[in-house]
């Protein structure tokens, strides 16, 4: 009984912390918002007022080409797992994978570094994307090959024995009926990038003006979270705190549809 | 359709096919590539010091760039000290979360709840457990340290290490959820049926079922911990000299591999200093692998039993 | 037209190194219904799957030999062709759940991307239903998906899904082993009307099926194929001594 008791007590005080940092970061952040913050970039040091236009459209540029890149190959990956897993190729690739899920951030964009930023002779937003679509590469091919390896092998059978093609089955049957599997894979693959300020740091770097060049440095939510948190201006601080609880919403709000898409694709198993 | 254009357009399909296959096989070795390229740009580039430190770097315990001192001894000991505290915190956690929801209440609103909140700490992204860190734990940190008579840093290898404690528990906790519903129920009912208790049941049946795979949870999570960057840059105090003192050690500024990394990479003005800091960057890499491969390696073996 | 539709020469197939189906000759006539009968195990399925060169896509699965199609060695052509010239039904029906049942009996044009008018969609979709003897009962629910189909139905929309690509020869892998008692007659029913266009081969555990149904029957076991003769004949004089153990019931 008293056993009970105590599982019960550790494993609720864990709501404790969550709460209360959710609240703070709401309760901070909150009020920072309007108009002229999400439109506005930055202001100067001393100067009220400015916004985090510029790591907003950083993030969004950023994420999306992480994604173009990540999505494809990890769908790829992920289906020739699934459908070849007795193969060499297989097990090597799928060690890579599980060795690519621990990697640490940090060491991503150092690699990224050497492999973009040094050849290019700047920071760029490019190298911020590749790094960024390095990370979500586990997530995506795990989860469309757990989703792809859900699906029966009477449907691949069925399609193929009408005639059609290898590559038609998987893309106009396997695909679809796996979708919303593989969709949540994806929103969560980018509810855990866009996050990522590691990776970012010596690969798209900052940038205080609103930029939509991929070529030059670009700002992102969370490395401006990280600049202006550490910087000993209070001004700089509420923008720091305003762009934490855009941030925050936008990891829940992927979060629950990664939830929602996960159940859709549950009942329709 | 006839049956001339119906196998040309066989033919064409065939051609398409095969080229499907090899894009399937192209990008699955893709990541292959990405792997062995990590590997090799990290040793390519730590090839310097690797040459003028040799393996003395690892223990040397002085970090001194203006000097071109480089010795990595103070980041390994802050990197495990973080790492180890926030483990010892977190498991009993872990395993409380998991024992309560892989046993007690697997189903229902209030385990759901439970879940959600797991999940949800997990998603919180780091920079934001550091700024909250920052504002709000370093200054309760430091009216805890007057009172403990040390020096009220606030910020330091304790805190970091409080704050990555709330980091990974959600790591052996899922994990630990996972492994506790896979006890076969026949096990379980003979001790009940038996007349033991839920606490003798989980302690002399499920612990030890489990144990390898809860032990691989606590590695995984450790793998997390050692990585883990930004939450740990802005509140263990970035000082490379090990502290004297063993209350200064704990309560007193540090760096972690990943920390010191983060914060001079883009200072580093010349090749000595940039390629300590890589091979820094390759201790890590190598470490964590390391733990994260005979984590999963337990895992695999416990479920396929 | 020749009247062999299908025949084997020395046809063998493995798994591996596992040597699954033994040197097989037999020639099948159009319009016949050929039953493929044996124990489990005894390889008749795998050289059903032979024909249409589905045997194939197992990883390690091969196979030597010829199968002729009107002629042509299926294995010299290109397999995609093979399979769209030969119709196959499954043991568990096997409908595209993403689609709807019109949409699942036009599939083998759709998904290969020919574009049909709806007009001869409609007469594709009405032909191969009613042919299965399907078209009475789901016409109003033709936009439907098929899940709310019995089994039975579920078969038979298989079977229409397969005639829509109107091929000459049809394989059928134990295609009643899954349903009940009635949705197997409306099945087996089925048979006697598909052989008037097609040529169907069928794969079967049960024995009083392979009577009841077809032409003439082909026993199968351990890998060989033992006899194949009149149904007639198979079930009340045969020739072989393992044939007359297996319909004595001695193993089954």
Redesign the interface.
């Known amino acids: 009984m008293i ?2 008791g ?10 404790v ?2 709460i ?3 609240v ?2 709401i309760k901070q952040g909150i009020f920072q918002v309007n108009w002229h913050f999400l439109t506005g970039v930055p202001a100067p040091v001393g100067e009220p007022g400015g916004g985090i236009a510029n790591a907003l459209l950083g993030s969004f540029l950023m994420v999306l080409m992480a994604a173009v890149v990540a999505i ?2 990890g769908m ?2 992920g ?3 699934s ?2 897993p ?2 060499k ?2 097990y ?2 799928g ?14 964009g ?2 990224v ?3 973009i930023v040094k050849p290019l002779g700047t920071f760029s937003a490019i190298s911020g994307s590749i790094a960024l679509a ?1 990370m979500m ?1 586990p997530i995506v ?1 795990r989860s469309t090959e757990q989703t792809l390896k859900l699906l ?1 092998d ?2 691949k ?14 893309m ?2 396997i695909i ?2 796996g979708f919303a599997g593989i969709l949540s894979g994806i929103t969560l693959s980018v ?2 990038v ?5 990776p970012l ?2 690969t798209a770097f900052g940038n205080p003006y609103l930029s939509a060049s991929i070529t030059k440095p670009m700002e992102s939510l ?1 490395h401006l ?2 600049t202006y ?2 910087s000993p201006y209070d001004d700089w ?1 509420n923008l ?2 305003g762009a ?1 609880f855009i ?2 919403m936008f ?2 709000l992927l ?1 629950i549809i990664t939830k929602l898409l996960t159940r859709k694709w549950k009942v329709q198993l | 359709m006839e049956n001339n254009k119906r196998l040309n357009l ?1 033919n064409a ?2 051609k ?2 095969n ?3 090899r ?10 590539l ?2 062995v ?2 590997l090799a ?2 040793i390519v ?1 730590s090839l310097p010091s690797i040459k003028s430190l040799g393996i003395g770097f690892l223990w040397g315990k002085v970090w001194d760039p203006v000097s071109n001192v480089y010795g990595a001894y103070p980041f390994l000991v802050g990197t495990l000290l973080t790492s180890f505290i926030a483990l010892i915190i977190s498991i ?2 872990s ?3 998991a ?3 892989g046993e ?1 209440n697997p189903k229902g609103w209030l385990s759901d ?2 879940k959600n ?5 997990a ?10 860190g ?3 734990l370093v200054p309760i940190i430091r009216t805890f340290e007057l009172k403990i008579h040390v020096a009220p840093y606030g910020i330091g290898v304790f805190t970091s290490s409080l704050i990555l404690t ?1 980091m990974i ?1 959600p790591y052996a906790a899922s994990l630990g959820i996972t492994l506790i519903r896979m006890v076969p129920s026949p096990l379980k009912e003979g001790a009940y049926a038996l007349g033991a208790t ?2 003798e049941v ?1 302690r002399r049946v499920i612990m030890p079922y489990t144990r390898s795979g809860l032990f691989a949870g606590v590695l995984l999570s450790l ?1 997390r911990a ?5 939450a740990v840059t ?1 509140l263990i105090g970035n000082t490379s000299a090990i502290a004297s003192t063993f209350k200064d050690v704990i309560f007193g500024p540090g760096n972690t591999m ?1 920390s010191v ?2 914060n001079e ?2 200072e580093a003005d010349h090749t000595q200093y940039l390629s300590a800091l ?1 091979e820094l ?1 390759l201790v ?2 190598l470490v ?2 390391v ?3 005979i984590g ?1 390696r337990i895992i695999t073996r416990f479920t396929n039993n | 037209m020749e009247s062999t539709i299908v025949k084997a020469e020395n046809y063998n197939s493995y798994f591996g190194d596992n040597h699954v189906v033994k040197d097989v000759n037999i020639s099948i006539n159009r319009n016949e219904v050929i039953a493929v009968m044996g124990p489990s195990g005894c390889g008749k399925t795998t050289f059903l799957r032979g024909i ?1 060169r ?1 045997h194939e ?1 197992i ?1 390690g699965a091969t196979s030597k030999g010829k199968i002729l199609l009107d002629g042509q060695n299926v294995y010299d052509m290109n397999p ?6 030969i ?2 039904v ?1 043991q ?1 029906p ?5 689609l709807s049942i019109y949409e699942n009996v036009v ?2 044009y759709m ?3 020919l574009k049909l008018s709806k007009a001869d969609k409609d007469v594709i979709v009405e032909r191969s239903l009613t042919s299965a003897a399907l078209w009475k009962e789901v016409k109003d629910s033709l936009h439907k998906k098929g899940t709310f189909l019995s089994g039975g139905q579920q078969q038979r929309l ?1 079977i229409a ?2 005639i829509a ?1 109107q091929p000459d020869l049809i394989l059928f892998d134990e295609p009643t082993s899954a349903l009940d008692p009635i949705s197997t007659s409306s099945v087996e029913q089925l048979f006697h009307e598909l052989k008037k266009n097609y040529t169907l081969i069928i794969v079967t555990h049960n024995m009083q099926q392979a009577a009841r149904v077809s032409d003439r029957t082909a026993f199968f076991y351990l890998g060989e194929l033992v006899e194949f003769d009149d149904t007639k004949v198979m079930f009340t004089n045969p020739k072989d001594q393992r044939t007359q153990n297996y319909i004595t019931g001695r193993f089954s």
């Open positions: 056993f009970k105590v599982i019960v007590f550790f494993a609720f005080l864990m709501t912390p969550l209360i940092i959710l703070y970061i494809p190959v790829a990956a289906i020739y797992l459908e070849n007795k193969t190729l297989a090597y690739s060690l890579c994978v599980d060795i690519l899920q621990g990697v640490p951030s940090i060491v991503v150092i690699v570094y050497f492999w390095i590469l091919i029966p009477s449907l059978e069925a399609a193929l024995s009408l005639g059609v093609p290898y590559h038609r089955v998987i106009k049957v679809p009926c509810a855990r866009i996050g990522e300020t590691a740091l010596f969370p979270i990280f948190a550490t601080h720091a705190w934490s941030l925050l990891v829940l979060n | 066989s399909q065939l398409w096919e080229g499907f296959k894009v399937l096989i192209a990008m699955s070795a893709l990541l292959v990405v792997i390229g990590v740009t990290l580039e009993p956690f395993y409380a979360i024992i309560y929801l007690y709840l439970l909140t797991i999940e949800l700490i998603a919180v992204p780091s920079i934001i457990y550091g700024f909250w920052l504002f709000v709330i528990i839920r606490w989980i793998g050692l990585g883990e960057t930004m802005m990943a990394i983060a990479f883009t890589i960057g890590l890499f964590t692998v733990i994260n491969l999963k | 249409n589905m896509l990883q995609i062709y093979v399979r769209y010239k119709g196959m499954f568990r096997n409908p595209f759940p993403n599939a083998g998904l290969n991307g298989c899904r397969a690509m």
